[in-house]
């Protein structure tokens, strides 16, 4: 413990221990707060300095030969350190090095200040280090060293890192920006500062307190470091994602004081020449910008060739959020090609809806104009099919058969045209009345018989349990009824059935008609409900129709408040269910409805 002693009564190592005190809270805070390339090297660059300061303040109070010695050879362990640990930091922050994390890097890093202190600490046997003329001179209180050449092999490979670690300050100063160069300066003050203190000290014998003045130099250059880099943004990632941000931005950002004076601009600001090329406008813009906020509307900006919307966000003073105002931030949102767009837009739409009229005046006038001389030859073509007009041989009897078919599908399709045209413009007004459900499908049955006959379809009807009475129109039901049955038999095989049904559900009623087809694949009830859309039969080709029958079935059904919806099998055919809300009704309704 005599090595120990009067440590507490010497003012070197109070002052050495007032610093060791600084660089420990500095290396904890930097390491608690700040994220950095290379933190590990730094933290160990604090570490080694703090033992070379513990050993410099031991030395310098102790008075005997043996203790100083001692101390004087603890250091090498920081003194070896701190270079390498320093170059590792320097490497690593300024080039992101990958290197250095390597095991060799790594093993290096451990077993060179190892190496270099345990030749000190064995400098008793061979005197590499220290010479045998080290001693402490009459009317002195500390060692005069006497260096070996193994001092100045140990030096010699520490200033390689050091050297190093200038070469690698240089690349990077001659690559960076200009905002990072005082960063560079200052590693590259604080890797040669120490440097040039050592040197002095070997060569010159200069000292600080009698003792190496390297440990105070790199500790002041390294507290002074940890200071700028706390304050200086060169390597934040958010103050540089935050510059990149505002720069990139491909809107004109204007910041400007109380004054109305721009204070900064980003580059597509700049760009647009908006500090100074866009006269009358900024200024006026700037002069009422304290009553305006982000929610006002505020009127677009004509300002050369392009038309912008300025969006205006208040900077607040951190100080009095609730009053004060540091100033404004304006963002130019370029709507020229929104503007364009959208006037490109109002005339195609003008263009489309006046196509639109033409083309319902169109369908409407030829619609008309086909139903008159439609309905006098279906009436010429029946009253000679009748026998009235005299009795017909067999083949003319055929031909005219086929032009009353084709008449009667073609009166058909017309009107489907012109009902689909009413819907369309929201002119179809329907009846609200009670209807039974199971009467209409009875006619239907009835008066599609000929048209199954000619296919070789067989009608069938189940047995209605109960009455089903639903409220609508009447006429628009049984079109809807009359669609769906003349749909089953098109597309059913020869010899199928065509089922009929009703059922009672709850208050719901559903009408099903049933097919034997060939089936509707999934997904197709876009096609099946489009207009003007048929789903291609593939054994009985192109099925003759408008494509508009089960479009205007289910607008029709949507619009009494019921739907319809299908349930199909390939192979075996196909289900279409309408449904409508049950009406209720008492017995004395019941019977005349009936009747």
């Given at each position: 413990?005599?090595?120990?002693?009067?440590?507490?009564?010497?003012?070197?190592?109070?002052?050495?221990?007032?610093?060791?005190?600084?660089?420990?809270?500095?290396?904890?805070?930097?390491?608690?707060?700040?994220?950095?390339?290379?933190?590990?090297?730094?933290?160990?660059t604090?570490?080694?300095?703090?033992?070379?300061?513990?050993?410099?303040?031991?030395?310098?109070?102790?008075?005997?030969?043996?203790?100083?010695?001692?101390?004087?050879?603890?250091?090498?362990?920081?003194?070896?350190?701190?270079?390498?640990a320093?170059?590792?930091?320097?490497?690593?922050?300024?080039?992101?090095?990958?290197?250095?994390?390597?095991?060799?890097?790594?093993?290096?890093?451990?077993?060179?200040?190892?190496?270099?202190?345990?030749?000190?600490?064995?400098?008793?046997?061979?005197?590499?280090?220290?010479?045998?003329?080290?001693?402490?001179?009459?009317?002195?209180?500390?060692?005069?060293?006497?260096?070996?050449?193994?001092?100045?092999?140990?030096?010699?490979i520490?200033?390689?890192?050091?050297?190093?670690?200038?070469?690698?300050?240089?690349?990077?100063?001659?690559?960076?920006?200009?905002?990072?160069?005082?960063?560079?300066?200052?590693?590259?003050?604080?890797?040669?500062?120490?440097?040039?203190?050592?040197?002095?000290?070997?060569?010159?014998?200069?000292?600080?307190?009698?003792?190496?003045?390297?440990?105070?130099?790199f500790?002041?250059?390294v507290?002074?470091?940890?200071?700028?880099?706390?304050?200086?943004?060169?390597m934040?990632?958010?103050?540089?994602?935050?510059?990149?941000?505002?720069?990139?931005?491909?809107?004109?950002?204007?910041?400007?004081?109380?004054?109305?004076?721009?204070?900064?601009?980003?580059?597509?600001?700049?760009?647009?020449?908006?500090?100074?090329?866009?006269?009358h406008?900024?200024?006026?813009l700037?002069?009422?910008?304290?009553?305006l906020?982000?929610?006002?509307?505020?009127?677009?900006?004509?300002i050369?060739?392009?038309?912008?919307?300025?969006?205006?966000?208040k900077?607040?003073s951190?100080?009095?959020?609730?009053?004060?105002v540091?100033?404004?931030?304006?963002t130019?949102?370029?709507?020229?090609?929104?503007?364009?767009?959208?006037?490109?837009?109002?005339?195609?739409l003008?263009?489309?809806?006046?196509?639109?009229?033409?083309?319902d005046?169109?369908?409407?006038?030829?619609?008309?104009?086909?139903?008159?001389?439609?309905?006098?030859?279906?009436?010429?073509?029946?009253?000679?099919?009748?026998?009235?007009?005299?009795e017909?041989?067999?083949?003319?009897?055929?031909?005219?058969?086929?032009?009353?078919?084709?008449?009667?599908?073609?009166s058909?399709?017309?009107?489907?045209?012109?009902?689909?045209?009413?819907?369309d413009?929201?002119?179809?007004?329907?009846?609200?009345?009670?209807?039974?459900l199971?009467?209409?499908?009875?006619?239907?049955?009835?008066?599609?018989?000929?048209?199954?006959?000619?296919?070789?379809?067989?009608?069938?009807?189940?047995?209605?349990?109960?009455?089903?009475?639903?409220s609508?129109?009447?006429?628009?039901?049984?079109?809807?009824?009359?669609?769906?049955?003349?749909?089953?038999?098109?597309?059913?095989?020869?010899?199928?059935?065509?089922?009929?049904?009703?059922?009672?559900?709850?208050?719901?009623?559903?009408?099903?008609?049933?097919?034997?087809?060939?089936?509707?694949?999934?997904?197709?009830?876009?096609?099946?409900?489009g207009?003007?859309?048929?789903?291609?039969?593939?054994e009985?080709?192109?099925?003759?129709?408008?494509?508009?029958?089960?479009?205007?079935?289910?607008?029709?059904?949507?619009?009494?408040?019921?739907?319809?919806?299908?349930?199909?099998?390939?192979?075996?055919?196909?289900?279409?269910?309408?449904?409508?809300?049950?009406?209720?009704?008492?017995?004395?309704?019941?019977?005349?409805?009936?009747?």
């Amino acid at each position: 413990m005599t090595c120990f002693a009067g440590a507490l009564a010497d003012p070197v190592f109070f002052v050495a221990t007032g610093i060791i005190a600084l660089a420990a809270f500095t290396m904890l805070w930097m390491l608690i707060t700040q994220k950095f390339n290379g933190k590990v090297f730094y933290a160990l660059t604090f570490i080694g300095i703090i033992w070379m300061l513990l050993s410099v303040g031991f030395e310098a109070a102790s008075s005997s030969f043996s203790c100083q010695l001692q101390w004087a050879i603890m250091a090498w362990l920081g003194n070896a350190l701190v270079p390498l640990a320093w170059c590792y930091f320097v490497v690593s922050y300024v080039d992101n090095a990958s290197w250095v994390h390597t095991r060799i890097a790594r093993a290096t890093l451990i077993a060179l200040p190892v190496g270099i202190f345990a030749l000190a600490a064995t400098n008793q046997w061979h005197n590499l280090v220290y010479t045998e003329a080290t001693v402490i001179q009459a009317g002195s209180d500390h060692i005069n060293y006497v260096h070996g050449p193994g001092f100045y092999a140990i030096v010699a490979i520490l200033y390689s890192f050091v050297l190093v670690t200038l070469v690698r300050l240089a690349k990077a100063f001659a690559r960076a920006k200009r905002a990072a160069w005082p960063l560079v300066t200052m590693l590259a003050v604080i890797t040669v500062t120490p440097l040039a203190a050592n040197a002095a000290y070997v060569g010159l014998g200069f000292t600080v307190f009698g003792l190496d003045p390297t440990a105070f130099m790199f500790t002041l250059g390294v507290l002074a470091f940890s200071w700028l880099l706390v304050t200086n943004k060169t390597m934040d990632m958010a103050s540089i994602g935050q510059s990149v941000l505002f720069n990139t931005m491909s809107e004109p950002v204007v910041l400007i004081d109380k004054q109305r004076d721009i204070v900064l601009m980003n580059t597509a600001a700049k760009s647009r020449n908006l500090d100074n090329g866009a006269g009358h406008v900024l200024h006026d813009l700037f002069a009422n910008v304290e009553h305006l906020t982000t929610s006002d509307s505020v009127a677009q900006l004509r300002i050369g060739q392009r038309d912008y919307e300025p969006r205006i966000q208040k900077i607040e003073s951190p100080l009095n959020p609730s009053e004060a105002v540091l100033g404004w931030s304006i963002t130019f949102v370029d709507i020229t090609d929104r503007i364009a767009i959208h006037t490109s837009l109002e005339d195609a739409l003008e263009k489309a809806n006046h196509a639109n009229r033409a083309k319902d005046e169109f369908v409407s006038v030829v619609s008309h104009e086909m139903r008159t001389p439609l309905t006098s030859l279906r009436g010429g073509l029946e009253l000679a099919l009748s026998g009235r007009l005299g009795e017909l041989s067999g083949p003319v009897q055929s031909l005219l058969e086929i032009a009353h078919r084709n008449g009667v599908r073609l009166s058909r399709m017309i009107d489907h045209i012109l009902l689909a045209q009413k819907m369309d413009i929201g002119a179809l007004s329907l009846e609200c009345e009670a209807v039974d459900l199971d009467r209409l499908l009875d006619e239907s049955l009835q008066e599609n018989k000929l048209f199954a006959a000619e296919r070789g379809i067989h009608l069938v009807k189940a047995q209605t349990e109960q009455p089903a009475f639903v409220s609508g129109d009447a006429f628009a039901i049984r079109q809807i009824i009359d669609n769906l049955l003349s749909n089953a038999i098109k597309f059913s095989r020869k010899d199928g059935v065509v089922e009929g049904a009703i059922h009672v559900t709850g208050r719901n009623v559903r009408l099903s008609i049933k097919d034997t087809g060939q089936g509707i694949p999934e997904g197709m009830e876009k096609q099946v409900f489009g207009r003007f859309e048929q789903v291609a039969n593939s054994e009985q080709g192109s099925t003759q129709g408008s494509g508009l029958g089960l479009h205007i079935s289910k607008q029709l059904a949507q619009q009494m408040r019921g739907d319809i919806y299908y349930e199909s099998q390939i192979g075996t055919g196909t289900t279409f269910n309408v449904e409508f809300a049950l009406l209720e009704q008492n017995a004395d309704d019941t019977e005349r409805l009936a009747g």
